[in-house]
């Protein structure tokens, strides 16, 4: 072996031995052993490297290539299309634009492209006001602030002003505000617990307060321990009647799923009676005078903005057109803008199925539905059913109008009934709309309350009733509920009523362990149809509380008894 070979032994850079016989070893090592013994000599004299010199050399090769892939990891992505992407812009995340004084928030930004590298850094522009230290933003005092992050790599620059506010009244106050006016911000209620979790974790001693009201009235409206509004009016700001507002719409919001069906129903309305005739107590004036476009259901609309379905009773028409019919002598008619009560108040069907939607013939029924399906609601009336699919549950709405007993008794029940086979299925909600029974009577005749039990027995799962002007009452027959007359609602046909009391009528819909659609629960929502507390009538219905909520359903309960029906009713209402 001459050096090179040695060399390349020891380094273990060399190639391979080739293979060959013993004897050609053993002849080779005789022939060489003087120089291999000098050679020896050589080495034994030399220093030997340390021990941890190898594993040294081999651990900086490795530092070596992965510097090296660093280095050419850009150049490699580049020719596979994986180009870092270049930070366009940034945004504040999470940061809300009004901070209460003592509130802290976690400061985060986005950016454009979302995986793009920032390396952010903060900045207050006046830290005595808000001010940002290891990534926290904390409100020290009232006032206004600009806060801007800057990217290191790139600089570019986010700005925003903040206000930071301790007025904690003033906040829960529009936090429940909007909880009652926004009829389509779904995500209203949240909005109000959110609220109340910021402020609590402020540590000032008025954001307690405030969020401590604020608790009671969510616990409240949740179901649990009632309380009395007026005691909170001081911490939220606001009246205790628009305190019970806000926890009604609350509460009711609440019991929706994205699992069921929620309907509403209200009895007869009525915006008008013969309006042209000026005078002071009718409904187009006190109308024009509240100012409000929705001044009918202003006290009512948060209950019909938390549901999938309102329906009520639109006992007259919407008409500037056609002549009053000649052998009637009530025509109920309001202006044609009046279906903007409608609209703005989440009502998303009118019946037209009853006595007075042909007052003005022909023409003036016409221009009535055609007005409501402009502003998109849908009309139902005899042999025109309403269908609706909510949360993939279908619901079929039939109707029938003003029925004669006995003359056209049976025909009529006949109609309805194969109208009800026609179209209930297991997997869908039938409910039967039926404006009928005499007018000013308390409880549904004989005949009544066999067609509806036959009409239950054909299918239909709930049976709305109307007409009467009075409250009538309720059954369950096969757990399946029966309202015999919802009374006057807001009803314009007269300044002065002849009962007040009256109810909204609520039920949610869901599958049940076999699929098939059944009631999940009902409820009934004690109202008066007049605000006056009188039998004198302003036209816009309230919910009662208290006691006055329980004498409106005791009435409502001895009708019902008296019938075999209902001895209990699953009300909803606050005790303050």
Request: charged share 25%; proline share 3%; aromatic share 8%.
């Amino acid at each position: 072996m001459n050096n090179r070979e040695r060399h390349q032994a020891y380094s273990g850079t060399g190639k391979a031995a080739v293979s060959r016989p013993a004897s050609s070893y053993r002849a080779a090592e005789v022939k060489k052993q003087p120089i291999q013994s000098a050679v020896q000599k050589e080495k034994n004299t030399q220093k030997k490297p340390p021990a941890w010199l190898r594993p040294a050399m081999l651990f900086l090769a490795v530092v070596l290539l992965m510097l090296n892939v660093y280095v050419l990891r850009d150049s490699i992505s580049s020719l596979f299309g994986q180009e870092k992407a270049a930070l366009q812009s940034i945004y504040l995340e999470g940061i809300p634009a009004e901070l209460f004084v003592g509130e802290q928030v976690e400061c985060a930004v986005k950016t454009t492209p979302a995986d793009a590298e920032c390396q952010p850094v903060w900045h207050s522009s006046d830290e005595s006001i808000a001010a940002v230290e290891n990534g926290i933003l904390t409100a020290y005092r009232e006032g206004q602030v600009t806060l801007v992050v800057q990217d290191q790599l790139s600089g570019i620059i986010c700005r925003a002003k903040l206000s930071v506010t301790g007025d904690f009244t003033q906040i829960a106050a529009a936090a429940l505000e909007h909880m009652v006016v926004s009829l389509t911000d779904a995500g209203a209620a949240d909005k109000v617990r959110t609220q109340q979790q910021r402020m609590e974790s402020c540590g000032q001693k008025e954001a307690q307060a405030a969020a401590d009201a604020l608790g009671r009235l969510l616990d409240c409206a949740d179901g649990g321990e009632q309380c009395d509004f007026a005691e909170l009016e001081d911490a939220l700001g606001l009246k205790a009647a628009d305190l019970r507002t806000a926890a009604e719409a609350i509460r009711m919001r609440g019991q929706m799923t994205d699992d069921s069906v929620t309907l509403t129903f209200t009895g007869d309305c009525t915006f008008g009676y013969n309006n042209e005739y000026d005078d002071k107590r009718r409904f187009p004036a006190v109308y024009k005078k509240s100012g409000s476009v929705t001044y009918p259901f202003d006290k009512v609309k948060h209950i019909f903005a938390a549901d999938d379905i309102t329906v009520i009773n639109y006992e007259a028409t919407l008409a500037d057109k056609g002549s009053p019919e000649a052998d009637k002598k009530y025509h109920l008619r309001g202006e044609p803008e009046y279906v903007r009560i409608l609209s703005g108040s989440s009502v998303e069907v009118a019946n037209l199925a009853n006595n007075h939607t042909l007052d003005y013939k022909k023409k003036g029924f016409e221009q009535t539905a055609e007005r409501l399906s402009d502003e998109g609601i849908a009309v139902l009336h005899t042999d025109t059913p309403v269908v609706q699919k909510v949360n993939g549950i279908e619901v079929v709405l039939v109707s029938a109008g003003h029925w004669k007993f006995p003359t056209e008794y049976k025909e009529q029940v006949s109609q309805m009934l194969e109208q009800v086979e026609k179209y209930k299925k297991p997997d869908n909600v039938v409910i039967v709309n039926l404006h009928w029974g005499g007018e000013y009577i308390k409880v549904p005749d004989k005949g009544q309350i066999e067609a509806a039990h036959s009409l239950i027995d054909a299918g239909a799962d709930m049976i709305v009733s109307h007409h009467a002007h009075i409250i009538q009452s309720i059954e369950l027959y096969k757990d399946k509920v029966i309202a015999y007359g919802l009374g006057n609602f807001s009803f314009g046909g007269t300044h002065q009523l002849n009962e007040k009391e009256t109810f909204i009528l609520r039920a949610s819909f869901a599958a049940d362990e076999n699929g098939d659609i059944a009631m999940k629960q009902w409820s009934v929502i004690p109202c008066h149809a007049t605000g006056t507390g009188t039998l004198s009538n302003n036209f816009q219905p309230v919910t009662l509380h208290g006691e006055e909520a329980r004498k409106m359903l005791n009435v409502l309960l001895s009708r019902s008894k008296s019938i075999g029906g209902c001895t209990e009713l699953p009300a909803s209402y606050f005790e303050y």
